[in-house]
T-cell receptor
């Protein structure tokens, strides 16, 4: 069964600190993996996309890594800001004929002053 | 380039009523997907339409239905509303290929009383 798991479920960090969010998936065959940021009450916004051949992708203070062999991805946030408080969702797309995507449950991040 | 537009932004309905939500995708995008998000829950996939045809369907009761028009605009209908249908309903559009991700709208917050 195709699944996407994320850890931790929630996280509280101090402003200015770094943090790493994890995503494990069993989707196979695999096409690409995206990280989305969702502010409360808003729609998710794409942060990064990684295909099978990519190991690292950065977007400002966000850096995503991918290990396609172990089916693991991480999102590292550097020098966190209060505005980073949001839910971070890992989304994996398979290569079925209907390009079905599997959403992870998300990690809720709270950055406190 | 205009983003994904969902209307209305907020909606309050009573049990037993029906509701129709609207989604206008990004110009040129032919795929529209609908998701339900309840507090503390991840995004639950409802259905996806591509070129006016339902391409994928999630595990929701028949009270949830949708359609897509020739201009790619989509509507979602929920009949015989239940209290548990209270949620943020998100629409996402894409051009249908495996690389392009989904662009989400801001959602419709539905409250059933």
């Amino acid at each position: 069964k195709n699944q996407v798991e994320q850890s931790p479920q929630s996280l509280i960090i101090l402003e200015g600190k770094n943090c790493t969010l994890q995503c494990n998936y069993t989707v196979s065959p695999f096409s690409n993996l995206r990280w989305y940021k969702q502010d409360t009450g808003r729609g998710p916004v794409s942060l990064t996309i990684m295909t099978f051949s990519e190991n690292t992708k950065s977007n400002g203070r966000y850096t995503a890594t991918l290990d396609a062999d172990t089916k693991q991805s991480s999102l590292h946030i550097t020098a966190s800001q209060l505005s980073d408080s949001a839910s971070y969702i890992c989304v994996v797309r398979g290569t079925t004929s209907y390009d079905k995507v599997i959403f992870g449950p998300g990690t809720s991040l709270s950055v406190i002053p | 380039k205009a983003g994904v537009t969902q209307t209305p932004r907020y909606l309050i309905k009573t049990r037993g009523q029906q509701v129709t939500l609207s989604c206008s995708p990004i110009s040129g995008h032919r795929s529209v997907s609908w998701y339900q998000q309840t507090p503390g829950q991840g995004l639950q996939f409802l259905f996806e339409y591509f070129s006016e045809t339902q391409r994928n369907k999630g595990n929701f009761p028949g009270r949830f239905s949708g359609r897509q028009f020739s201009n790619s605009r989509s509507e979602m209908n929920v009949s015989t509303l239940e209290l548990g249908d209270s949620a943020l309903y998100l629409c996402a559009s894409s051009n249908g290929d495996r690389v392009t991700g989904y662009t989400f709208g801001s959602g419709t917050r539905l409250t059933v009383v």
